[in-house]
């Protein structure tokens, strides 16, 4: 299983950025996918953008072209940078690897991102 340790989030007011950064403890470069997914108080987790080996991403339609998703194989590190944040965005953000050879799916412990102004 693959650790995962975000980091990144803070407070910010609408309409700025953040970049979120997850570093995984092995090299990333045969995870099969690595991704975010993001649950606000009271909600459940669900997915924001997903990163594939073969360089396809994937993203929710709620993130309407503000988001991008990232990888870099030498640092073993996926982002997720994020502009024109929402109030709405606000939710502790949570880094994902699915590891297609033993079939472990990982997760971090999280990062909070709060959008207030």
């Known amino acids: 299983q693959v650790q995962l340790v975000e980091s990144g989030g803070g407070l910010v007011q609408p309409g700025g950025s953040l970049r979120l950064s997850c570093a995984a403890s092995?090299?990333?470069?045969?995870?099969?996918?690595m991704g975010w997914y993001r649950q606000a108080p009271g909600g459940q987790r669900e997915q924001v953008a997903l990163h594939f080996v073969s360089d396809d991403a994937k993203y929710a339609d709620f993130t309407e072209g503000r988001f991008t998703i990232s990888r870099d194989n030498a640092k073993d590190t996926v982002y997720l940078q994020m502009n024109s944040l929402k109030p709405e965005d606000t939710a502790v953000y949570f880094c994902y690897a699915y590891d297609l050879g033993d079939g472990v799916r990982s997760w971090g412990n999280g990062t909070q991102v709060t959008v207030s102004s």
């Open positions: 092995k090299a990333i470069n045969t995870l099969y996918v």
